[in-house]
């Protein structure tokens, strides 16, 4: 493991926290919620306001249910804490995300269906972090070996995803050794 050398002297500007977690409700469905909290350590003074130091300047959640398949079939978002009253009126638009699936693509059409003033700029920066929350829940018990795609599929599974899950590599060769390919020469 590696570990983050000591930061030199520094003096804190802002806090972005993003928080996603992952929900099995008792119909079946998974529930996804992430919320996103902007801080300042000092007061901020906006045009129609002062907001308090460690105050929330933009508190955001989203809150999306999907079924087995990854389809959304329930969205809500909910503009708790903004820096102006009329942020709250965009919460709706979110229910768009009704009837897609999570599968690669995804931040790329959301991206698309809520550019500029037809989306929240901070719900919608939060929506990759909740597919890829997505993806950790189905995979939560290890079983994504099994789920197998054809290679005309999307990738279902995390192993050729990433570096350590190369499918040339030592994880997949020890732990996953049907899906392990030799290494081109």
Do not use: N
């Not at 308090?52 to 503009?79: C, G, K, N, Y």
């Not at 829940?137 to 789920?147: I, L, N, P």
Request: hydrophobic content about 35%; charged content about 20%.
């Amino acid at each position: 493991m590696s570990h983050a050398p000591p930061p030199f002297a520094r003096t804190l500007l802002h806090s972005r926290r993003i928080h996603c977690e992952g929900f099995r409700r008792e119909d079946g469905l998974l529930e996804l919620e992430a919320t996103l909290i902007d801080t300042k350590p000092m007061p901020l003074k906006l045009v129609s306001r002062v907001v308090p130091s460690e105050e929330p300047i933009h508190q955001m959640r989203v809150r999306l249910v999907i079924d087995a398949q990854r389809e959304i079939v329930d969205a809500a978002a909910f503009s708790e804490h903004t820096p102006y009253a009329t942020c709250t009126g965009v919460e709706a638009t979110y229910r768009q995300l009704i009837g897609l699936r999570i599968e690669p693509g995804f931040t790329q059409q959301v991206k698309r269906m809520f550019r500029g003033t037809a989306g929240c700029t901070h719900m919608t920066e939060i929506l990759p972090m909740m597919a890829s929350t997505a993806f950790q829940v189905f995979w939560a018990d290890g079983s994504f070996a099994e789920q197998g795609a054809r290679a005309s599929e999307p990738r279902q599974t995390p192993l050729g995803g990433c570096h350590a899950l190369r499918l040339d590599g030592e994880v997949v060769r020890t732990y996953f050794p049907r899906f392990h390919q030799t290494p081109p020469p």
